[in-house]
């Protein structure tokens, strides 16, 4: 809502407090084994 009196309980959903993070985390951990995974010869 635009005005900033009026308090939202969207901010506290599950997709922000919770799938948000793991997804985030999912991916660096991802980046990392990508990176350290040696190429096959």
């Known amino acids: 809502s635009d005005d900033p009196k009026v308090f939202s ?3 506290f959903s599950f ?3 919770t799938l948000a993070p793991l997804i985030v985390l999912a ?3 991802f980046e990392i084994y ?3 995974k ?3 010869e």
């Open 38 to 40: 040696r190429p096959r």
């Open 27 to 29: 991916g660096f951990i």
């Open 15 to 17: 997709r922000r407090v």
């Open 9 to 11: 309980e969207d901010i």
């Open 34 to 36: 990508a990176i350290m």
